[in-house]
């Protein structure tokens, strides 16, 4: 039985890294085009956010990766705690290239279902001013969201229609909450599970498998009963994030999509021109 989280008591600790609040306008060197795509697809000021980009790195870097089978387990140095300790919007550029792994076994063996990260979106918790209103988090801790308010590099994991979920990985301090949603992985191990798991017949595209947040959960066969709570970092846990020495790629942000809430927030990190990012083609780097 795996461990989860309990139920944390928030407090106001804070990293002493993290950079200050109140809103600036984001840096257009971060951006990895002349003005942020908009919604529209049209060039868009730079819009203010809660916190600064300064700190976020421009990443350069071609895509490579190789697929392996399920049985097979992925090479990559489990991610520590510290990486995730810090704002949403610091953490989820960083996370690109990394690899979400999902360890299980059934009748056959141990099995691994993994994936590179190639889309990702960051939340702020309400702590930042103004709050994030597209944020779970916004109106302060709930025992839906509770997870997000605990120790940094959890897994929290939703439902949406009843039926589908979406997986979130928390960020800042015990007490802040903050987190960035998986939107899109490239493939690494077990496509052919992925499929099966999609309703998909063998050697169906990578994008068809984890291009967009339910689809992949639903590809690693990930739900909020199962893995929600679970600790990122423990190198027992089912489901892990790694490092496997993939090269610093070029970070491209937009504004994030399908929210109704902050639509104008800088907020979504990808790897431009990727097959497996999601979204509408304008807005994929």
């Known amino acids: 039985m795996l461990a989860r989280r309990q139920s944390p008591k928030p407090h106001a600790a804070q990293a002493a890294s993290a950079p200050p609040q109140g809103a600036v306008s984001v840096p257009p060197q971060v ?6 795509a908009s919604e529209t697809g049209e060039s868009a000021a730079q819009p203010s956010v ?4 300064a700190a976020l790195s421009r990443m350069g870097g071609k895509p490579r990766s190789s697929t392996g089978r399920a049985s097979e387990a992925p090479a990559g140095q489990l991610i520590p705690r510290a990486f995730f300790e810090a704002p949403a919007e610091l953490v989820a550029p960083r996370l690109l290239g990394k690899v979400l792994l999902h360890r299980f076994a059934d009748e056959n063996g141990a099995k691994h279902l993994s994936g590179r990260i190639v889309e990702v979106e960051a939340y702020l918790g309400p702590h930042n001013h103004p709050p994030d209103p597209a944020a779970h988090t916004h109106r ?5 969201n509770q997870v997000i308010f605990g120790p940094a590099g959890h897994a929290y994991v939703y439902s949406i229609y009843g039926k589908y979920f979406c997986m979130n990985v ?3 301090p015990e007490g802040q909450a903050g987190c960035v949603l998986v939107r899109a992985l490239e493939p690494l191990h077990g496509a052919d599970l992925m499929a099966a798991n999609r309703g998909l017949e063998h050697g169906a595209k990578p994008s068809q498998l ?3 947040p339910s689809r992949l959960c639903q590809a690693l066969g990930l739900t909020r009963p199962t893995h929600n709570g679970l600790d990122l970092t423990d190198p027992a846990s089912a489901l892990q994030l790694l ?6 790629a070029d970070a491209h942000v937009t504004v994030r999509i399908g929210i109704r809430h902050a639509v104008d927030l800088p907020l979504r990190f990808i790897l431009r021109g990727h097959p497996c990012v999601s979204g509408p083609r304008k807005l994929r780097g």
Request: aromatic share 8%; net charge negative.
């Open 31 to 36: 951006v990895g085009a002349p003005g942020l």
């Open 50 to 53: 809660p916190r600064p980009f």
């Open 140 to 144: 302060g801790p709930t025992p839906r």
């Open 170 to 172: 928390t960020c800042e």
């Open 210 to 212: 984890t291009a967009g």
């Open 243 to 248: 490092d496997d020495g993939y090269p610093d």
